[in-house]
């Protein structure tokens, strides 16, 4: 698997409300209550994830650490359970943002499904060792639907980074 | 190289270096894990966490809240019907057995005066409807409709129509989370009915409940109805709780009792938060003077 060195669209920089409101409404998406449905996608580290690759210089491990925390507050988990998860996430995320950014979009996704799965991992390990009960190996299955829609969601955070294409005969850039 | 005196151009600031940053911030959490789930100190932050995201929940809820009253609104004609002519049989079925229940309890407060025993404590019931699971797939939990406003307190029991289902385990001003019966670190003190033998209670990780602890050459056997024996002080004694189901001899100096819930334990939609009436009043603080009562406050005990 080689990268494709196809250069993307000039994008414009990411607003930070933008980026916040990304954040916040994948919080919502994880309130949810949809009870013990398995296979849905974890919305929260999706998005972490995306924005520590896309920019990684605002969005990381301290956002993770924050967005997690809530999340553990909102789902009645241990606390610092999703934090601790997706710091180690963002950390993995960030420190390969350069690299990923070459793929295509089945192979960035192919890079996000082991960093989903690990994050996924370390909170069955954190709470194996504090006692409670193994959930089953379908847990595991909603890193793989997160990995599948990895690609429509980017593309629905890029959209408003688009800019029109107009196209200037005597400039081609 | 920097000399003193002169910082590096503030383009170089990077702030902490990444994998420091990590090991600080997996320092945090994990202390944090220990605090919550050893020592339970971060119930204060969660509370006040809480009420920040509230309004979010709420808004993530809708659709949901949405989706169940359409379908009660939907629900068909021969439902109703079908589930009324059931609700009628059990009414007769408890209009007599209450109007038997009135005259043993009136009997009863007469043996216990006779007796000179304390009165039996008071119950009082908060009527509640299971909204949803809880989001964490590691434990077995249940949220509930009613929560702080309501009257619903930590450590009280829930119980559905059968029997007891769980316990209060957290409660938000408007909501609160049932720990249910199944859930592995959900202990129930318990006791025999037959043969008055106590014991302790527990989810067994797998649906089912498992009687710990009990010695081999017990008396228990398959069949036998287990209550709460109210020996934590939280529970009141007498509900139902599970029937034993089999009892082998493990490897061990204790018998594997396996039970099942007498109570729809993870299906149950309507539930009653069961508590004491009234709070123990507070024991005064050590050296502060008990108030006398004066004698127009005291009534004749009744």
């Given at each position: 698997?080689?990268?494709?060195?196809?250069?993307?669209?000039?994008?414009?920089?990411?607003?930070?409300?933008?980026?916040?409101?990304?954040?916040?409404?994948?919080?919502?998406?994880?309130?949810?209550?949809?009870?013990?449905?398995?296979?849905?996608?974890d919305?929260?580290?999706?998005?972490?994830?995306?924005?520590?690759?896309?920019?990684?210089?605002?969005?990381?491990?301290?956002?993770?650490?924050?967005?997690?925390?809530?999340?553990?507050?909102?789902?009645?988990?241990?606390?610092?359970?999703?934090?601790?998860?997706?710091v180690?996430?963002?950390?993995?995320?960030?420190?390969?943002?350069?690299?990923?950014?070459?793929?295509?979009t089945?192979?960035?996704?192919?890079?996000?499904?082991?960093?989903?799965?690990?994050?996924?991992?370390?909170?069955?390990?954190?709470?194996l060792?504090?006692?409670?009960?193994?959930?089953?190996?379908?847990?595991?299955?909603?890193?793989?639907?997160?990995?599948?829609?990895?690609?429509?969601?980017?593309?629905?955070?890029?959209?408003?980074?688009?800019?029109?294409?107009?196209?200037?005969?005597?400039?081609?850039? | 190289?920097?000399?003193?005196?002169?910082?590096?151009?503030?383009?170089?600031?990077?702030?902490?270096?990444?994998?420091?940053?990590?090991?600080?911030?997996?320092?945090i959490?994990?202390?944090?894990?220990?605090?919550?789930?050893?020592?339970?100190?971060l119930?204060?932050?969660?509370?006040?966490?809480?009420?920040?995201?509230?309004?979010?929940?709420?808004?993530?809820?809708?659709?949901?809240?949405?989706?169940?009253?359409?379908?009660?609104?939907?629900?068909?004609?021969?439902?109703?019907?079908?589930?009324?002519?059931?609700?009628?049989?059990?009414?007769?079925?408890?209009?007599?057995?209450?109007?038997?229940?009135?005259?043993?309890?009136?009997?009863?407060?007469?043996?216990?005066?006779l007796?000179?025993?304390?009165?039996?404590?008071?119950?009082?019931g908060?009527?509640?409807?299971?909204?949803?699971?809880?989001?964490?797939?590691?434990s077995?939990?249940?949220?509930?409709?009613?929560?702080?406003?309501?009257?619903?307190?930590?450590?009280?029991?829930?119980?559905?129509?059968?029997?007891?289902?769980?316990?209060?385990?957290?409660?938000?001003?408007?909501?609160?989370?049932?720990?249910?019966?199944?859930?592995?670190?959900?202990?129930?003190?318990?006791?025999?009915?037959?043969?008055?033998?106590?014991?302790?209670?527990?989810?067994?990780?797998?649906?089912?409940?498992?009687?710990?602890?009990?010695?081999?050459?017990?008396d228990?056997?398959?069949?036998?109805?287990?209550?709460?024996?109210?020996?934590?002080?939280?529970?009141?004694?007498?509900?139902?709780?599970?029937?034993?189901t089999?009892?082998?001899?493990?490897?061990?100096?204790?018998?594997?009792?396996?039970?099942?819930?007498?109570?729809?334990?993870?299906?149950?939609?309507?539930?009653?938060?069961?508590?004491?009436?009234?709070?123990?009043?507070?024991?005064?603080?050590?050296?502060q003077?008990?108030?006398?009562?004066?004698?127009?406050?005291?009534?004749?005990?009744?």
């Open positions: 698997m080689h990268p494709t060195h196809r250069s993307n669209r000039i994008l414009q920089p990411a607003r930070s409300w933008f980026i916040w409101f990304s954040l916040f409404a994948a919080l919502a998406l994880t309130y949810v209550p949809t009870g013990r449905l398995p296979g849905l996608p919305w929260m580290a999706l998005v972490l994830v995306f924005w520590c690759i896309r920019e990684p210089r605002r969005v990381g491990m301290t956002t993770a650490f924050f967005f997690g925390l809530l999340v553990d507050v909102g789902q009645g988990a241990a606390m610092g359970q999703h934090a601790l998860a997706y180690v996430m963002a950390y993995l995320a960030t420190s390969l943002s350069r690299r990923v950014l070459w793929f295509g089945l192979q960035q996704s192919l890079h996000v499904l082991p960093m989903l799965l690990l994050a996924q991992a370390i909170m069955v390990a954190v709470r060792l504090a006692g409670a009960e193994f959930p089953g190996w379908s847990y595991f299955i909603s890193s793989f639907s997160a990995a599948l829609v990895w690609g429509p969601l980017g593309l629905m955070l890029l959209l408003p980074q688009y800019q029109p294409v107009d196209r200037d005969e005597n400039r081609p850039i | 190289m920097s000399l003193a005196g002169h910082s590096p151009p503030p383009i170089f600031h990077h702030g902490l270096a990444p994998r420091v940053r990590l090991f600080i911030l997996s320092a959490c994990v202390a944090m894990l220990v605090a919550d789930l050893r020592f339970g100190y119930e204060f932050v969660r509370q006040v966490a809480t009420v920040v995201i509230h309004p979010l929940q709420r808004m993530a809820a809708a659709p949901v809240d949405f989706a169940r009253n359409a379908a009660v609104y939907f629900a068909t004609l021969v439902d109703v019907q079908l589930e009324n002519a059931e609700l009628r049989r059990s009414q007769v079925e408890s209009a007599q057995r209450l109007l038997r229940f009135e005259q043993l309890e009136h009997e009863n407060a007469e043996l216990r005066q007796a000179g025993l304390s009165q039996a404590v008071t119950l009082r908060v009527g509640a409807e299971v909204l949803y699971d809880a989001a964490d797939p590691f077995r939990k249940v949220i509930l409709d009613k929560g702080d406003h309501h009257g619903v307190r930590s450590g009280l029991a829930v119980v559905d129509a059968r029997g007891l289902i769980g316990q209060v385990s957290r409660v938000y001003p408007v909501q609160s989370e049932v720990t249910l019966l199944t859930d592995r670190e959900q202990v129930v003190p318990v006791k025999v009915e037959r043969s008055g033998m106590r014991g302790i209670l527990s989810g067994d990780g797998d649906g089912g409940l498992e009687m710990r602890f009990v010695p081999v050459g017990s228990i056997q398959p069949g036998d109805r287990i209550v709460t024996s109210g020996l934590d002080g939280l529970f009141v004694a007498g509900l139902p709780v599970a029937l034993v089999e009892v082998s001899a493990a490897n061990s100096p204790h018998l594997r009792v396996a039970c099942e819930p007498v109570a729809r334990v993870e299906r149950a939609v309507q539930v009653l938060v069961l508590g004491p009436e009234e709070p123990r009043p507070s024991r005064p603080e050590r050296g003077e008990v108030a006398q009562p004066s004698p127009a406050d005291t009534r004749p005990a009744e």
